[in-house]
């Protein structure tokens, strides 16, 4: 058996019906960070688990809701999330050396807007970022990751476009 995983960032207040819809079919919601008003977490498919860290927008409400990190084990796979983590090979500082005291065997991290996954060899890990579902910022297009977790291995990934950044979703 496997778990289904929906992972999103930069929200910063906004999520659609679209990215909803996308998040009905998975087990487990992770938002790595930049969430903005808390409230709109309430607009998530409801009974589903939540792992979230908060992100250099996220007020005192947010960070006292959830951690700047989160390290777990899910099916097998050791995860280690936080906001800033920079990508392969320029991580933020510090990042680098956490991870190599963690053994992550996956890395997720927001901020960049920047959807992208690699493989890092140096540090044996995945690195995922899923972009952003919110309307602020540079990116173009707002993206988020569905894959799953079973068996120590992630398998099934996708990569879920949801639209150009500043056409609302009717």
Known sequence: MSLKIGLISDSHSYLDHKTCDYLQEVDEIWHAGDIG????????PPNKPLRAVFGNIDDQVV????PEWQVFELEGVKVAMTHIGGSPPRYAKGVK??????????FVCGHSHICK???D?????FYMNPGA???HGFH?????????LGAGKITNLRVVELGKRGALST
Do not use: A, W
């Not at 960070?63 to 959830?66: C, L, N, P, R, S």
């Open 140 to 148: 173009q297009i707002r993206t988020l990751l569905r894959f799953d």
């Open 121 to 125: 060899p140096e540090l044996n890990c």
């Open 37 to 44: 008003d808390v409230s709109i977490l309430s607009g998530l």
């Open 97 to 106: 050396e956490r991870l190599r005291m963690l053994q992550p065997q996956l």
């Open 63 to 66: 960070q006292k809701q959830f």
């Open 133 to 135: 579902v919110g309307q």
């Open 117 to 119: 996954v690699e493989y």
